[in-house]
């Protein structure tokens, strides 16, 4: 069998796909710039872990090459999101009103990846250290899951929480139902 060049339709439909791919954005500009990249997002919390922060940027710094990227100002629903975000390790915190709250712990994202935490500004909480690019800390950004006190968690009512306990009610009715068939008729302290 003989392989000889592709034939003109072939050519053309090349070229086309070869013109488009080029000058045509919306087909391979954004997707190619970015791939890998990711995202931090939540809602920003007053202190009582209650009441939306509106008014806020959320800050991400980029730990080991320092670059800085910045959320939109958050509405009075306390939404932020830092998005393009590139693969690392991330120091985060809130500015409001120039005070500035260092979140406690440092953020790791992988490629493609969207992480989402919640924070509450905590005045009052000195923050432990100060984020690259940022003034003096004013206090420390707590995710919201570290306000709750210990024991009250809503894991049980939860769909997992839910089976579970459904789970463990079924096997104990069914354990309770086969002793019941097993009884003795006496006593137990019958001879």
Same mark, same amino acid.
């Given at each position: 069998?003989?392989?000889?060049?592709?034939?003109?339709?072939?050519?053309?439909?090349?070229?086309?796909?070869?013109?488009?791919?080029?000058?045509?954005?919306?087909?391979?500009?954004?997707?190619?710039?970015?791939?890998?990249?990711?995202?931090?997002?939540?809602?920003?919390? $007053?202190?009582? =872990?209650?009441?939306? *922060? @509106?008014?806020?940027?959320?800050? /991400? %710094?980029? #730990?080991?090459?320092?670059?800085?990227?910045?959320?939109?100002?958050?509405?009075?629903?306390?939404?932020?999101?830092?998005?393009? $975000?590139?693969? =690392?390790?991330?120091? *985060? @915190?809130?500015?409001?009103?120039? /005070? %500035?709250? #260092?979140?406690?712990?440092?953020?790791?994202?992988?490629?493609?990846?969207?992480?989402?935490?919640?924070?509450?500004?905590?005045?009052?909480?000195?923050?432990?250290?100060?984020? @690259?690019?940022?003034?003096?800390?004013?206090?420390?950004?707590?995710?919201?899951?570290?306000?709750?006190?210990?024991?009250?968690?809503?894991?049980?009512?939860?769909?997992?929480?839910?089976?579970?306990?459904?789970?463990?009610?079924?096997?104990?009715?069914?354990?309770?139902?086969?002793?019941?068939?097993?009884?003795?008729?006496?006593?137990?302290?019958?001879?």
């Amino acid at each position: 069998m003989a392989i000889g060049r592709p034939s003109r339709p072939g050519r053309a439909t090349a070229g086309l796909l070869a013109f488009a791919l080029t000058f045509s954005p919306g087909l391979a500009g954004p997707v190619v710039a970015q791939e890998g990249k990711g995202a931090i997002r939540g809602v920003l919390y $007053l202190s009582d =872990g209650k009441t939306p *922060l @509106a008014g806020a940027r959320a800050h /991400a %710094v980029q #730990v080991n090459t320092a670059e800085h990227y910045t959320s939109a100002v958050t509405a009075e629903n306390g939404a932020y999101e830092i998005s393009g $975000l590139p693969p =690392g390790t991330y120091d *985060l @915190a809130i500015e409001v009103g120039g /005070a %500035v709250f #260092v979140a406690e712990g440092l953020v790791d994202l992988l490629p493609n990846q969207s992480v989402t935490i919640s924070y509450s500004v905590q005045p009052e909480k000195p923050a432990a250290r100060s984020v @690259a690019g940022l003034g003096p800390p004013q206090g420390s950004a707590v995710p919201l899951a570290d306000l709750k006190p210990a024991g009250t968690g809503q894991f049980w009512k939860s769909p997992s929480g839910q089976a579970l306990l459904w789970v463990l009610g079924a096997g104990a009715a069914i354990a309770i139902y086969n002793n019941l068939d097993r009884a003795p008729a006496g006593s137990p302290s019958t001879p």
